[in-house]
């Protein structure tokens, strides 16, 4: 994503906004303060010579003059405004605002680290019901089952994890169920850079909402998701990485409205990414969707990310079988990475992660918006969300 940017959009500034989405929970000021502290470290980060070799040599898609501005990059913790608004009598607990602005090229890496910083502070000082019994137990079991169902996946659990060490003892058994399991399906790899390097893994992931949203928001609502493609395909060649295409930016009939009419790009893009809205419906939409463009439909990936667990994965791989669609991928996150229980319970009673996102709020002003499939989670400015909504023909 950031490559992309560099590519197309160097100049651009962006804003990035932070929702709770579930208004039940608040935060501590402690825990604020905390997360605020952690956040100010982070100007120490920089990549290693040893982790630009290894990019180097298992990302070709990764140009070397990326490399170069990445290697050179450093966090700006000034970029991001924290605000805590006290609700309790005694100003002890309280809602969060986080806002991250500055050039798109920079600030688009405050996402991901911001979310997964939150949440690790606030399962060791607000919601500290739970311990870590059994969670390398249950992480082998769960790849074990998806495994022995020809379910492949990847991990894409870093932004709502519970912390950085369940993440390592999810990766380190997820990485054991596979080398322990005799299977046609595999663990295709890790969205996380760091443990993809640490584990042996292939860094894996897809084009983001974020794309979509930017790109819409600078050239134009029209053929947005084209565009964003076509975009995309410059800094990604085919031959140098897969390209799949998320559907759900402007709702996924939208997108295959624009898709269908380029079945040349269709032919060339490897398959397409579920992450919202009813994924038994998208299988056959897919299906039909390739028929009628005249490409076979098993020569295409879908791959499905949206709250997925493992009985949902089981099914979504049953459905896909019985429709003959070959290539069939599953990337899941908090399913993996933040899954407890409450230590008061005895374990009947799950420990909540957060249900959190940050997103891109604006691009030189100009406000970005998402229209997802589920359509209770439309996000950014409303009155540009109606306006797409009417382009394209969508529920109000």
């Not at 994890?161 to 322990?180: G, N």
């Not at 595999?186 to 794309?211: D, R």
Request: aromatic share 12%; net charge negative; proline share 4%.
């Amino acid at each position: 994503m950031q490559q992309a940017v560099l590519q197309h959009f160097p100049d651009v500034q962006a804003t990035y906004k932070f929702t709770n989405r579930d208004k039940t929970v608040l935060f501590s000021r402690h825990c604020v303060e905390r997360f605020r502290t952690a956040v100010s470290f982070f100007t120490d980060l920089s990549l290693t010579k040893e982790e630009h070799s290894w990019l180097s040599n298992t990302c070709p898609f990764l140009t070397e003059d990326y490399l170069s501005y990445l290697s050179s990059f450093r966090y700006k913790p000034e970029q991001v405004r924290i605000t805590y608004q006290p609700v309790s009598q005694d100003g002890l607990m309280g809602n969060l605002e986080i806002e991250a602005s500055g050039p798109w090229v920079e600030t688009i890496l405050w996402e991901v680290p911001l979310m997964a910083t939150l949440s690790e502070t606030y399962f060791q000082i607000v919601a500290t019901d739970w311990d870590y019994n059994d969670q390398e137990e249950l992480a082998y079991t769960k790849a074990k089952s998806l495994l022995e169902a020809g379910c492949s996946f990847s991990e894409f659990g870093t932004r709502r994890r519970r912390s950085y060490y369940t993440h390592d003892i999810v990766l380190a058994s997820l990485v054991r169920a596979a080398k322990e399991t005799t299977s046609q399906a595999s663990l295709s790899g890790t969205s996380n850079v760091h443990f993809a390097h640490k584990y042996g893994l292939a860094p894996i992931g897809t084009i983001a909402h974020e794309w979509f949203m930017g790109v819409a928001a600078l050239k134009g609502y029209e053929h947005a998701n084209s565009i964003a493609l076509d975009l995309w395909e410059t800094v990604y060649p085919v031959g140098k990485t897969a390209l799949i295409a998320l559907t759900d930016t402007f709702s996924t009939t939208g997108f295959f409205k624009d898709f269908v009419e380029d079945p040349e790009r269709a032919r060339r893009w490897a398959g397409l990414r579920q992450d919202s809205g009813d994924p038994f419906t998208f299988g056959p939409r897919v299906f039909k969707m390739y028929e009628d463009l005249g490409i076979d439909p098993s020569t295409k990936l879908i791959v499905y990310s949206d709250a997925l667990n493992i009985e949902k994965a089981i099914r979504l791989k049953q459905q896909c079988n019985e429709l003959g669609l070959k290539k069939v991928s599953f990337g899941i996150g908090t399913f993996l990475t933040n899954d407890f229980r409450t230590t008061s319970s005895g374990g009947t009673e799950k420990s909540k992660a957060l249900n959190m996102v940050i997103k891109l709020s604006s691009v030189d002003g100009k406000p970005c918006v998402k229209i997802s499939d589920d359509l209770t989670k439309n996000t950014g400015d409303k009155a540009t969300v109606e306006h797409v909504k009417r382009m394209y023909n969508l529920p109000l």
